[in-house]
């Protein structure tokens, strides 16, 4: 019901500024205050059955007992509150429940905060030059601890069936550990669903290292509903593609081209790097894959005296690293690179930066897990080129596809 405008205008006839209505002690925070409290009071005369001092009310078992005073934080500030009590101690106002200190939506500003990477100082900080609102970093803890059963649940979540891409990928971390801070990877998998949309599947703290990790990783996923790849992208860690394979035996393996070039170019100086850069990009860049070993076998040519390591790495991965050239070259980049989950581990590593370290595993995944909700409301559409990557894919694994 629209409210009255002789109402507001008799309202504000006294109030002219901004401040005056908007700022500490103006209109709208006193006008809160006391819709909020005469709701409390027309609560209680509900729940007690009769009006303040009406007759009806004597002998009735139960009455009116004054007040408590508590404050609810919000965008406006603090507010404080007078909430009315009964003798029986049995009403409990709905429209402030007890225990209840922060307006709906205020805990969603700390988690966005959070999510942005802001530590719970910089929260407090913010919150009291934003709002005007003390909230202490124990507060801030207990809500985005709150996030860790939603981790869980999410991380437990079934899946599709088929996923036609898969994306693995790595980022570094430090844990504290007792009196040392640790390095820990935390992995991350990607999927691109039928539709062609990015979801992510999962993060995984790394406890140990190898192969048995990566079959612990692989088969969660087999458990929770996924029966079947077509492509697993990953970034070469030795046992990675043996694991796949090991529980989805039909899928290919890709090794990431972006992370074959980078981790070539360690083995060489700055001055030359461009140029073979140039040069290992002939290589993935050919229109077939018999084309492709030639420009490796010329590549070693050139380069083999001065970096032999580089080519002998592109030949004992020659396998894994050449499937893409079954596809056109228009959806090769969609297969043969990581950079589906690459440009989210950016997003990632600019919010992780402002954190020397996490107290715990747990604190890790809980602002990855935020970050992730925020970085994947952008997508919406499919990623690019995905109707004629599907089409081959229809062609190439006919009696794998699902009928559309």
């Known amino acids: 019901m629209p409210i009255d405008n002789k109402l507001i205008d008799n309202l504000l006839k006294d109030y002219k500024t901004p401040e005056e209505i908007l700022g500490e002690g103006g209109l ?10 005469r ?32 404050t609810l934080k919000g965008d406006f500030g603090n507010l404080p509150l007078e909430v009315p009590r009964d003798r029986n101690s049995s009403f409990e106002p709905q429209i402030v429940p007890k225990g209840q200190t922060r307006f ?76 040392h801070i640790r390095n820990k990877a935390i992995y991350l998998a990607i999927g691109v669903n039928l539709s062609g949309i990015k979801e992510v599947l999962g993060l995984w703290v790394a406890q140990t290292e190898g192969a048995k990790f990566w079959l612990q990783i692989v088969t969660e996923l087999k458990n929770r509903g996924v029966a079947d790849i ?12 043996e694991a796949i394979e090991t529980v989805f035996p039909a899928a290919q393996v890709q090794l990431c081209i972006v992370h074959l070039v980078r981790h070539s170019l360690n083995y060489v100086g700055w001055k030359q790097r461009k140029e073979v850069a140039a040069d290992l990009q002939l290589i993935y860049r050919a229109a077939t894959r018999e084309e492709a070993g030639m420009k490796l076998d010329e590549f070693a040519a050139r380069w083999d005296a001065q970096f032999p390591t580089i080519s002998r790495s592109w030949r004992s991965n020659w396998e894994r690293i050449t499937p893409f050239f079954a596809y056109p070259a228009d959806i ?39 970050a992730l909700q925020n970085i994947a409301r952008k997508w919406t559409m499919p990623i690019k080129e995905w109707k ?12 794998r596809m699902p009928a559309l």
């Not at 437990?156 to 971390?173: G, K, S, T």
């Not at 077509?230 to 593609?241: E, N, R, Y």
Request: aromatic share 8%; glycine share 6%; net charge negative.
């Open 332 to 370: 090769r980049r969609v297969i043969y690179t990581t950079n589906a989950i690459e440009s989210v581990n950016m997003s990632l590593r600019k919010i992780i930066k402002n954190r020397g370290s996490f107290p715990t595993d747990e604190a890790a995944l809980k602002l990855l897990y935020l």
């Open 388 to 399: 004629a990557a599907l089409n081959r894919f229809a062609i190439l694994f006919e009696d």
């Open 230 to 241: 077509f492509i697993a992208c990953v970034d070469g860690l030795k046992g990675f593609p």
């Open 39 to 70: 709701a409390m009071q027309a609560e209680l005369t509900e729940h007690l059955g009769y009006e303040p001092h009406d007759a009806v009310g004597d002998n009735s078992g139960n009455s009116r007992n004054g007040k408590s005073r508590k």
């Open 104 to 179: 709906d939506g205020f805990d969603d500003k700390i988690l966005s905060l959070y999510a942005r990477g802001m530590t719970t100082r910089e929260i407090q900080a913010h919150l009291e030059e934003i709002y005007q609102v003390d909230v202490s970093p124990a507060l801030i803890s207990s809500v985005t601890d709150a996030v860790i059963e939603e981790v869980k649940t999410w991380q437990n979540r079934p899946l599709e069936a088929l996923y036609p891409i898969l994306y693995l990928d790595a980022l570094q971390v430090k844990v504290r550990d007792g009196a």
């Open 28 to 37: 709208l925070k006193q006008l809160t205050k006391a819709v909020l409290e």
